[in-house]
């Protein structure tokens, strides 16, 4: 695989020098005229999720995500795993946004409307009516999910009952801290992807307190709040006892996770090769690493943002599932055929993925290092030079059992 700053500027769609074939860029493209055939001031369809924007905070940009082809994959990334480019691409040029502009402590109608769809346990039928036809554009974020064409709303219209479940109508309906919410809906088996719409709908909260969230931030929010909740349980389980490696590797984003007996700790390292997403004009593979002790970290990740808590969350629900707390150094190393950002649930499904399957089982940290150096394209004495767990120095390390 060629590694250039201007991989798709030497490639032009035709020498697959990413490794992506097709090329997704030209996917997108080739999309635009399927997707404009589709398109007029007027839609009838499902509504399977909401967005909200974030530019000119607090007045913000709000509506549903109608599709223009009903898919029951359109707005599931944990159903996405697996799909190349091309297909999500595919997938998610037929989403269609609607917004209209609104305070994010509106008690409208609109709002009220907008935090049912939400809710939903599954899509529900809206008529909009648009100012103008919609433009196809497609976004493409770091934090959330593609989006297809776009266009201010001026009628909205639920055309059929919705059905909340009933655990999501009764939580939601408590006057209770959003917060406190969010952890009941999670421990009733509700994944971060619906509690992210909910809370980004403006749904939950105090009733004063009750706002919109914009989607980018509501990502990452539920991320953290989850793994807070989950961490007060974490802290009080059994240390794991071995040393194990679980690996996933989806969309040139290769993930090796250790875990070592201790208590809770996490270290997340991202290597970003030069033509990836972010390292366009980089010369060198760049290693940046984030890390939290024991009682957590009070800071932003802002050296990783949304791919840190993504990561993490994956990560705990493994460890909860084994019923152990560890010592944890996550290894990421994101090759040049991750061109195009597709959201950090790529992230949260590989690492999602890689406690699918048996570890591997070594004897002392050593072994497992030597291993992991096997498995990653930079020398682990790179990462190890920059950790704050690898270079503690712990006698049963190095013991062989």
């Known amino acids: ?165 009933r655990k999501v109508e009764y939580i939601a309906s408590d006057d209770l801290k959003s917060t406190e919410a969010i952890g009941k809906f999670y421990a009733s088996d509700l994944d971060v992807y619906k509690i992210s719409t909910i809370l980004s709908s403006g749904a939950l909260g105090k009733e004063r307190a009750k706002r ?60 970003w090769a030069p033509g990836s997403t972010w390292s366009q004009g980089a010369e060198q593979t760049y290693i940046v690493e984030e890390y939290e002790g024991f009682s957590g970290r009070k800071k932003y990740a802002d050296k990783q943002a949304g791919g840190y808590y993504a990561a993490r969350i994956g990560i705990v629900e493994g460890l909860i599932g084994m019923k152990r707390q560890a010592r944890i150094v996550s290894f990421r190393e994101i090759s040049e055929g991750y061109v195009i950002p597709l959201g950090v649930w790529v992230v949260r499904e590989t690492v999602r993925n890689a406690f699918k399957s048996k570890p591997l089982r070594f004897l002392s940290r050593d072994l497992a290092l030597k291993y992991i150096d096997s498995r990653l394209k930079l020398p682990i004495e790179s990462y190890i030079s920059q950790s704050n767990i690898l270079r503690q120095k712990r006698l049963q390390d190095f013991i062989k059992f």
């Open 212 to 271: 919109l969230v914009p989607t980018r931030w509501s990502i990452t929010a539920i991320d953290d709040i989850v793994f807070k909740k989950v961490a007060e349980k974490l802290r009080y389980l059994p240390e794991l006892s071995e040393y194990l490696v679980f690996e996933s590797e989806y969309l040139d984003n290769h993930f090796v996770i250790l875990m070592m007996p201790g208590k809770w700790e996490f270290e997340n390292f991202e290597a």
């Open 1 to 165: 695989m060629v590694s250039t700053p201007n991989l798709c500027l030497r490639c032009k769609g035709g020498k697959f020098l990413c490794g992506n074939r097709p090329c997704p860029l030209i996917a997108r493209i080739s999309m635009a005229p399927i997707v404009r055939q589709k398109l007029s001031t007027d839609f009838f369809g499902p509504s399977y999720s909401v967005f909200v924007g974030h530019t000119d905070y607090p007045n913000v940009r709000v509506g549903p995500l109608a599709a223009l082809e009903p898919q029951q994959a359109i707005n599931d990334p944990t159903a996405w795993f697996g799909m190349d480019y091309n297909k999500i691409i595919e997938l998610r040029s037929m989403l269609l946004r609607s917004s209209a502009r609104q305070n994010v402590l509106s008690r409208s109608r609109f709002i009220e409307d907008n935090q049912a769809l939400a809710m939903a346990k599954r899509p529900a039928d809206v008529e909009i009516k648009f100012t103008k036809v919609p433009k196809f554009d497609m976004k493409f974020s770091d934090i959330h999910q593609p989006m297809g064409p776009s266009a201010t709303l001026e009628k909205l219209r639920i055309t059929e009952n919705i059905k909340i479940a």
